[in-house]
């Protein structure tokens, strides 16, 4: 029978809180100041649960495994992708957003004729549902987009700029 480690409940949390992200980044709390998150973070990179990259730390399998988690595979053609097509900029014109941010995928997605879900704007995004409604109010708000709200055959909320 395997043991499973001793965590403590930081550890404990900064683990499970990076499994359930889709890119495994280790995001200490603002709570967790100083010389905690120091002895905190320190701890799992000695046990190897996480590896440090680009200015921040990832969980490695190892992590996920202390988890109880697999590793995510990676998001579908659906999620994030490069606007640097010409249809994406087209979708992007009258309307005043920097191309290549998060709230750019946003009105793209929700420009096509189609409209988009709650969750495929999340999935561009990387967004919570809540920031996702916010952002779609202040693009109602600040902007003057009409965005029309209805529903789909599975009963999904899907949203689309008219």
Same mark, same amino acid.
């Given at each position: 029978?395997? @043991?499973?480690?001793?965590?403590?409940?930081?550890?404990?949390?900064?683990?499970?809180? +990076?499994?359930?992200?889709?890119?495994?980044?280790?995001?200490?709390?603002?709570?967790?100041?100083?010389? +905690?998150?120091?002895?905190?973070m320190t701890a799992l990179?000695?046990?190897?649960?996480?590896?440090?990259?680009?200015?921040?730390?990832?969980?490695?399998?190892? *992590?996920?495994?202390?988890?109880?988690?697999?590793?995510?595979?990676?998001?579908? +053609?659906?999620?994030?992708?490069?606007? #640097?097509?010409?249809?994406?900029?087209?979708?992007?014109?009258?309307?005043?957003?920097?191309?290549?941010?998060?709230?750019?995928?946003?009105?793209?997605?929700?420009?096509?004729?189609?409209?988009?879900?709650?969750?495929?704007?999340?999935?561009? @995004?990387?967004?919570?549902?809540?920031?996702?409604? *916010?952002?779609?109010?202040?693009?109602?708000?600040?902007?003057?987009?009409?965005?029309?709200?209805?529903?789909?055959?599975?009963?999904?909320?899907?949203?689309?700029? #008219?």
């Amino acid at each position: 029978m395997d @043991t499973l480690p001793k965590l403590t409940p930081t550890q404990a949390l900064l683990l499970r809180a +990076a499994a359930r992200r889709a890119d495994g980044r280790v995001i200490p709390p603002d709570n967790l100041r100083g010389g +905690a998150r120091v002895k905190a973070m320190t701890a799992l990179v000695r046990r190897e649960w996480i590896e440090a990259s680009d200015g921040g730390f990832l969980l490695t399998d190892a *992590g996920y495994a202390v988890a109880g988690r697999n590793r995510p595979a990676p998001p579908a +053609a659906e999620g994030i992708r490069e606007m #640097d097509t010409p249809d994406d900029l087209q979708l992007l014109e009258g309307i005043p957003v920097r191309p290549g941010t998060k709230l750019a995928a946003l009105v793209v997605a929700l420009r096509r004729p189609q409209g988009a879900s709650c969750l495929q704007l999340m999935l561009a @995004t990387g967004w919570q549902p809540h920031s996702v409604r *916010g952002a779609i109010a202040a693009l109602r708000r600040r902007l003057g987009l009409e965005v029309v709200l209805t529903r789909n055959a599975a009963g999904e909320r899907v949203y689309r700029i #008219d």
